[in-house]
């Protein structure tokens, strides 16, 4: 989700920020406001590695808890049981986005903040799951999870190995985001006042196509940044980017694939 389904979390581009002098990184390495591509190539794979180490741990994260949720009967049969917890996680993730952009500089705090981020958006992934497969639907989960994976490996090497500059997808992604988010809420409206279920009909199936669409671009332009504008102090935000990217994908994914599934029934 970005933004409540779909939050950026990520500061404009041209954010001057303020660099500190710790373990991490040295401070004749880089200069205040200086980004990872003006520093020693030491710091740029320093920062890289530090932002898809955490970006793993997230991911391998939501996988356990959705695994946990969809594998173990009495955890699914709780979960979606009570689908209140489902709003809690939800605007928690809020909160948790937010304390995660007030505190990124303080470590270890940002970190703490980013663990309880990873779980309340892990949760909701990991629902999503659990209904897929109480609906005899857990291979598509599958499907879905493979495909992302494959999306995000190739989009991810081509942008860090490309010199090209994406920094013209910004205006235009971000404009598309808020078609999407207006898009859902009215998917979602109208399957409530007509009887329909989530992620059902040929409308929704239109959503998910340009959702995909929208969040593989994502992924390149948020690797652009993180690789040429953030600086070595801002692998929060960066982390927050990307798992949003990736789990977004995979939702979109899924619901293309429910759609195909049902034979593309209304």
Same mark, same amino acid.
């Given at each position: ?28 390495? /880089?200069?205040?406001?200086? *980004?990872?591509?003006?520093? !020693? ?43 209140? #917890?489902?709003?809690? *996680?939800?605007?928690?993730?809020? @909160?948790?986005? +937010? ?17 309880? /981020?990873? #779980? *309340? ?10 209904? +897929? ?8 989960? #599958? ?18 190995? !490309? ?8 205006? @235009? ?9 207006? @898009? ?8 409530? #006042? ?23 671009? /994502? ?7 993180? !690789? ?39």
């Amino acid at each position: 989700m970005k933004a409540g389904a779909y939050a950026q979390g990520v500061p404009p581009a041209d954010e001057k920020v303020r660099m500190k002098e710790d373990d991490a990184f040295a401070p004749d390495d /880089f200069m205040y406001g200086a *980004s990872v591509a003006h520093c !020693s190539p030491a710091i740029r794979n320093g920062f890289l590695r530090k932002v898809y180490g955490l970006l793993t741990s997230q991911l391998l994260a939501t996988a356990a808890l959705s695994c946990a949720f969809m594998f173990h009967a009495p955890s699914r049969q709780l979960v979606l049981g009570t689908p209140s #917890l489902l709003l809690v *996680s939800l605007v928690a993730s809020f @909160g948790f986005l +937010f304390a995660c952009h007030a505190y990124k500089d303080s470590h270890p705090s940002n970190l703490a903040l980013l663990g309880g /981020f990873t #779980l *309340s958006i892990g949760y909701s992934v990991a629902y999503t799951c659990a209904a +897929f497969q109480a609906n005899g639907m857990g291979q598509l989960v #599958l499907q879905a999870f493979l495909l992302t994976a494959a999306i995000t490996v190739g989009l991810s090497v081509y942008t860090l190995k !490309s010199s090209r500059d994406f920094s013209f997808l910004g205006a @235009g992604l971000h404009g598309a985001l808020g078609v999407l988010i207006v @898009g859902g809420l009215l998917n979602i409206l109208v399957g409530w #006042l007509t009887g329909g279920a989530l992620f059902h009909g040929a409308f929704s199936f239109v959503l998910g196509l340009l959702g995909a669409v929208i969040f593989s671009a /994502f992924i390149v332009y948020d690797t652009w940044l993180i !690789s040429q504008r953030l600086g070595p102090d801002q692998y929060v935000q960066a982390t927050i980017a990307l798992y949003l990217d990736v789990v977004n994908l995979f939702l979109e994914l899924l619901r293309i694939l429910q759609y195909l599934n049902d034979g593309g029934r209304e």
